[in-house]
């Protein structure tokens, strides 16, 4: 494969959860390498807890850049605790987390190259505003 065929990605997820656990849901939105927005996505998941929807928005942000066709990915997120689990430096202990543990690994073998960061929440605004909203949504589609 040449190297200008390549696709290198950068990721932003977040999750939300209104009660902790209440209704929760995640944002995504995927940037290519010179910032071009090349995906983004929401979805409001039902009843779970923040740590729960952090790992969807994880799973969702991988599966985004799969279809993309992204070689390499850096993964950034506001959870400091499921980026240590992802980096090994934390164990998974909560039996709800470990299912979605193991399917973001199964996803990280799927990638030439995958890097995930911690980030501050200031610099996760546009993943953040998009769980929100697909919560929002959910909670008018309730009215």
Known sequence: MAESSRLTVVAYADGASRGNPGPSSYGVVVYDESGAE???????LGHGTNNQAEYEGAIAALEAALGLGADEVTLRMDSQLIVRQLEGRYRVRNPKLIPLHKRLLD?????????????????NKVADRLANEALDQRSRRRD
């Open 38 to 44: 090349l995906y983004t996505g929401c979805r409001a």
């Open 107 to 123: 996803l990280r073998t799927r990638f030439e190259r995958i890097t995930v960061e911690h980030v501050p929440r200031e610099e």
